[in-house]
């Protein structure tokens, strides 16, 4: 239930705030081209922590009991019912990830919205054309969204405090590498899901889309793999290392030894990840330090992939993938000590999966580039990884690159 505050919003933003959302056309990350603008809800469960239970053996659970078995993710593909369920939506945020491997899970969410959400469609037709449609009552103009001025989670200088800290917990011998994220939150009137759906629409995007439930809603333009499974093959890409896209920038992302070793670090760390639910042996880098382009960035990219080991199912993967490690550091839960001792808000929707699953394959993309919104604000998140050859000052400027086009596509 919503009181307070939030109610108000909600009553100011009838019927085109974020409470209409989930009656609204949006297409989360990662769904089948052929089912786009097609999307038919059928069934939805979410998950806080106050709920209990396992989030991962829960998730599996529901999908099992609405038609989509994942106990064993190895078995031959079953191509989808034409009339039944087509896959879902399913997302889980960083805190719970955390949860999942016993970890810390960091400051509270700044923004209301669960840590789970799995979302089970069908898919209608496409509507047949009418050569001459029916008028209808025009609706009402929806409000303008306009956001209003970015309140930071921490100051600049707080930031690099912190990028110092990792700094010192690595020549101590305590992490190797630490992920530091910030916040920033804006309080909005208006219909959040134009401006949602724009940010998903980012060059780069490979898991661009928006998710909504009752009084929340996500929108991402990630690139990031976090965890794929097609044809028995399972497949992570993970994403470290940043500079400006120009020619100058990405000679200079090719040559820096520090953002080599920060990237082949946490390719050792996913590496180790996908041997826990890979077949023996089977394990391989099939791409090292390529650089792609999102947006006015060049980013460096691993492609690491392997064969999924028989009897797999769709919790125990979860469990070994989430919280993903070029968002956490490694070692991940020593990582996830630091995190939860430094950053001052919760991670939210940010840095946790959210992608598609489906009878036949799994998309989920790693929650960078990502932004929430609740009934009171929108909320966004940037950061990067830190090592010993970490300069403070330039991490705070990356955070910033990062966070840049995902504000200028919120405004």
């Not at 409000?143 to 990792?166: I, K, L, N």
């Not at 899901?193 to 333009?221: D, K, S």
């Not at 979860?318 to 808000?345: H, M, N, Q, Y």
């Amino acid at each position: 239930m919503v009181r307070g505050k939030s109610a108000e919003r909600m009553s100011r933003n009838r019927p085109y705030g974020v409470e209409a959302l989930p009656q609204m056309v949006a297409d989360p990350p990662a769904t089948p081209a052929a089912y786009r603008g097609r999307l038919v809800e059928r069934a939805r469960w979410q998950w806080r922590p106050t709920d209990g239970g396992d989030p991962a053996a829960r998730t599996e659970e529901f999908l099992a009991a609405h038609g989509l078995p994942l106990h064993d993710l190895a078995r031959p593909a079953t191509p989808p019912d034409p009339t039944g369920v087509c896959g879902a939506a399913v997302y889980f945020s960083a805190a719970a990830g955390a949860l999942l491997v016993g970890g810390a899970t960091g400051a509270t969410n700044p923004a209301d919205l669960p840590e789970v959400a799995v979302v089970v469609y069908g898919h209608a037709d496409p509507p047949a054309p009418r050569a001459h449609p029916p008028a209808a009552r025009q609706p009402d103009p929806p409000t303008p969204w306009t956001p209003g001025p970015w309140t930071e989670s921490w100051s600049p200088r707080q930031h690099a405090d912190a990028v110092t800290a990792v700094r010192h917990a690595i020549g101590r011998g305590d992490v190797y590498q630490v992920n530091l994220v910030g916040h920033a939150a804006a309080a909005y009137t208006g219909d959040p899901l134009p401006a949602l759906t724009r940010l998903g629409q980012l060059p780069g995007a490979r898991y661009g889309g928006v998710l909504t439930g009752t009084g929340w809603a996500i929108g991402c333009a990630s690139p990031e793999t976090l965890i794929e499974l097609h044809q028995g093959t399972l497949t992570t890409r993970p994403i470290k290392g940043t500079r400006p896209a120009t020619a100058a920038g990405r000679t200079d992302l090719l040559t820096s030894a520090k953002e080599r070793a920060e990237h082949i670090m946490i390719v050792d760390l996913e590496r180790n990840d996908l041997a826990r639910v890979a077949a023996t042996g089977s394990v391989r880098v099939d791409e090292l330090f390529a650089v792609r382009r999102w947006c006015q960035l060049w980013q460096a990219e691993s492609t690491i992939r392997a064969h999924v080991a028989d009897g797999l199912g769709l919790a125990d993967l979860l469990r070994a993938v989430c919280p993903g490690g070029s968002v956490t550091g490694a070692p991940k839960l020593a990582a996830l000590d630091r995190i939860a001792a430094l950053e001052p808000v919760g991670r939210g929707a940010s840095m946790g999966a959210l992608g598609w699953v489906g009878p036949d394959h799994l998309d989920l993309g790693l929650t960078i580039r990502t932004a929430a919104v609740d009934t009171t604000a929108v909320h966004v998140w940037a950061g990067g990884g830190i090592t010993w050859d970490s300069d403070p000052d330039a991490e705070v400027a990356e955070a910033a690159a990062k966070t840049a086009p995902v504000r200028a596509a919120l405004s």
